[in-house]
């Protein structure tokens, strides 16, 4: 008996198999294998694609980043050569009020000892003349000769 159920699954395999065979599954199963090889191919190579940009992406970068740096120094270095020249500019100004202003106080100091100096010369002119006015009224009697003295000797000092 067992003999006759061998037979049988041996011909329900191979009817199974001719029927597998006559709706073509196998190459259905290949075909699905094949495009499913295909998908992945093309997945892959687009990744390697994107791998590939995201490479050329970074070398980009960093050599912007390169640039950026050397021209971040440039521009520190031109600051610090702008500042050094406004340093001296301001120096040379600085230097040139300071003298402007010393020549002032010297001239006004000047002026101040000439009016001191004018000043000091009427208080003695008026000194004088007092004095004079003084000795005059002592020595001479009469007025009007001492008018006359007294107005020749300050059109004379002034």
């Known amino acids: 008996m067992t003999t006759m ?3 049988w699954v041996a011909v329900s395999f191979f009817v199974f198999l001719g029927i597998l065979l006559y709706y073509r599954v196998p190459k259905l199963i290949a075909k699905a294998l094949d ?3 295909e998908a992945i191919r093309k997945e892959l190579d687009d990744a390697r694609r994107l791998r ?6 970074l070398a980009e970068y960093q050599s912007k980043h390169r640039n950026v740096a050397g021209e971040a120094e440039a521009i520190v270095a031109q600051a610090r050569r702008d500042a050094e020249v406004y340093a001296e500019e301001t120096r040379a100004a600085l230097k040139t009020l300071l003298e402007r202003r010393s020549k002032a106080a010297q001239e006004k100091i000047a002026r101040a000892e000439a009016q001191a100096l004018e000043e000091v010369r009427a208080k003695a002119v008026d000194v004088a003349v007092a004095a004079a006015e003084r000795i005059l009224r002592e020595k001479v009697d009469g007025k009007a000769l001492l008018d006359q003295s007294i107005r020749e000797l300050k059109t004379r000092l002034n």
């Open 52 to 57: 590939q940009e995201a490479q050329d992406l």
């Open 35 to 37: 495009d499913r090889a």
């Open 5 to 7: 159920a061998e037979f």
